[in-house]
């Protein structure tokens, strides 16, 4: 028998059962199924337009992201050139396609799932195609209907490397962590909102949202916490993303923030020349002489009121401090006034077993402290935060190899302070020694009797120095851990200034001081039984 009278009865046939067999949709697209199966072309002979037998064994795999295609090659594959792939959203519609093979051994081809809502299975079918252009027929495609697996796509979810962010937030600033938010489905994801519980908790993409996430795609989340309206202490917030597909549900991250009571900075450590010639200098910061320091940590700024009440608190909660409405003591070794809280410029109070601060000086530096409540405040710090004690309460004296909080040495401040500046300030030479005309670089960085406003003001707005310290000059006076006596000109190396004496040393000058005390070198003293209202300190650690 011929191969054109073999493919005629065959296309007969066809023609027979597809009538019964062919959903409506596919028929209405086919068109009318009757007539011969060859066609007279425009010179008037006879040319083939018998499609080509069906492709068998059509299935389907997926792997993601993509859905294989394999199949059989027809029976007959005489004169098949090419594949038709075409993708169905229901069984009867028309399909579209989605390739065309041009290679007739074929027998597989991978097709992106591009599924965007897990209710809908997306269907293919594969049609043979001869060198005429004459494609299988719809009867192909209910034939290989029954060999498709339906397909369901995988939502689109969010998902993040970790859902628990701890991030030590830093008072008086913003903190920053980041995590990488990724599509773990295999469809667009796209996110429309990050949302945070808490007025302190922010979060944000690199990109502007709304933000699409390919599949298998990622992006950077930059979490923000601003520690500015918090106290010391730890907090929990949660930081929501939310994407606008329904099977992609609300992602929650926990945000831990642990608030500290002082932010340290670290300082490197160096040689440089203690004291001062210049033509400001007073006869006590002479002769200039060489100092080495270790490297240690200092406290970015001043220790503010709200630093000092939240560590009173403590201590007194746990035993550490006698308080009523006119002072505070400590409960250990002989008692010293800590906190004069009678002083009328006192700007901390104490009532019914709390600490309070005036309203609108939480971020205002703490007066009123001596040095005894300095060194305190430093032990109780440590306690709190489970390191070493520097300072023994029973006798005021020093353990230097501890890890825990204390005051800086003289050397250590100005060392800091300077951050391998030899200027007046670390902002440069002082220009006017008094309050007027404005010196313009100690106004860069402090706050003293040119551009005060009658009183201290809120830490940390002023410029910062090379290392990362705020307030170095003015503001308030700061308690160093030396006793006051002479310079000699030996080089040292970590000194602890005298064995004896009875004032201590303080540095860098208050907010009505002359621009003239606030210099880097300058040096004065006070007893150490005293408070001020020109008085605060700065801790320091290894």
Not at 38 to 44: L, V
Not at 117 to 144: C, L, Q
Not at 148 to 177: F, H, K, N, W
Not at 508 to 513: I, L, M, Q, S
């Amino acid at each position: 028998m011929s191969q054109l009278l073999r493919r005629h009865i065959v296309c007969r046939v066809l023609q027979t059962v597809l009538v019964c067999l062919l959903p409506s949709g596919l028929l209405a697209q086919t068109g009318s199924i009757g007539g011969d199966c060859t066609a007279a072309d425009s010179e008037g002979s006879t040319r083939d337009v018998t499609p080509p037998d069906a492709i068998t064994d059509l299935a389907a795999m997926r792997s993601m992201p993509d859905v294989v295609l394999t199949w059989s090659m027809p029976s007959d594959d005489v004169g098949v050139t090419s594949y038709r792939v075409y993708q169905h959203r229901t069984v009867t519609d028309s399909g579209t396609e989605i390739a065309h093979i041009l290679d007739e051994s074929a027998q597989t081809y991978s097709a992106r799932c591009v599924c965007g809502n897990p209710a809908i299975n997306f269907f293919y079918d594969v049609r043979a195609e001869d060198a005429a252009g004459n494609v299988a027929s719809a009867s192909n495609v209910v034939g290989e209907f029954d060999y498709v697996i339906q397909l369901g796509p995988i939502a689109p979810t969010i998902a993040v490397t970790r859902t628990c962010v701890s991030i030590s937030a830093l008072t008086g600033g913003v903190s920053v962590d980041t995590l990488v938010v990724s599509n773990a489905g295999d469809s667009l994801l796209t996110v429309t909102a990050v949302e945070g519980d808490e007025a302190w908790l922010t979060g944000e993409f690199a990109s502007a949202l709304p933000l699409d996430i390919g599949f298998g795609g990622s992006s950077i989340l930059t979490v923000a916490v601003d520690a500015g309206s918090l106290t010391s202490g730890a907090y929990v917030g949660v930081l929501s993303i939310v994407s606008n597909d329904p099977d992609a549900p609300v992602l929650p991250v926990d945000i831990e923030v642990e608030v500290p009571v002082v932010e340290m900075v670290p300082i490197p450590g160096g040689t440089f020349q203690m004291g001062s010639t210049s033509s400001w200098a007073q006869p006590n910061e002479q002769p200039m002489h060489e100092v080495t320091v270790r490297a240690f940590f200092m406290a970015k700024y001043e220790v503010t009121n709200e630093a000092m009440r939240a560590v009173l608190q403590w201590a007194f909660d746990n035993g550490e401090v006698n308080a009523s409405s006119t002072t505070v003591t400590n409960a250990e070794g002989s008692p010293q006034e800590l906190l004069d809280l009678d002083d009328a410029n006192c700007e901390i109070s104490f009532s019914g077993g709390v600490f309070i601060v005036d309203a609108g000086k939480d971020n205002h530096p703490c007066i009123d402290v001596t040095w005894y409540g300095a060194q305190a405040f430093c032990s109780y710090l440590s306690d709190m935060e489970g390191l070493e004690r520097c300072i023994a309460l029973a006798d005021w004296s020093c353990d230097w190899t501890a890890n825990g909080y204390r005051l800086p040495t003289e050397a250590e401040w100005e060392y800091a302070c300077r951050a391998g500046m030899s200027t007046d300030y670390y902002s440069g030479d002082e220009t006017y020694g008094g309050c007027s005309p404005l010196d313009p670089n100690l106004d860069l960085i402090g706050w003293y009797c040119g551009n005060d406003n009658g009183w201290t003001e809120g830490v940390g707005q002023k410029q910062t120095n090379d290392w990362g310290l705020k307030d170095m000059s003015g503001n308030v006076c700061e308690w160093c851990w030396d006793r006051y006596d002479s310079y000699t000109p030996d080089p040292q190396i970590d000194p602890t200034g005298p064995s004896a004496g009875s004032f201590r040393v303080n540095r860098g000058g208050a907010w009505y001081y002359s621009a003239r005390d606030c210099r880097s070198a300058d040096r004065i003293s006070y007893d150490p039984s005293g408070g001020f209202y020109d008085l605060g300190f700065r801790p320091v650690k290894r």
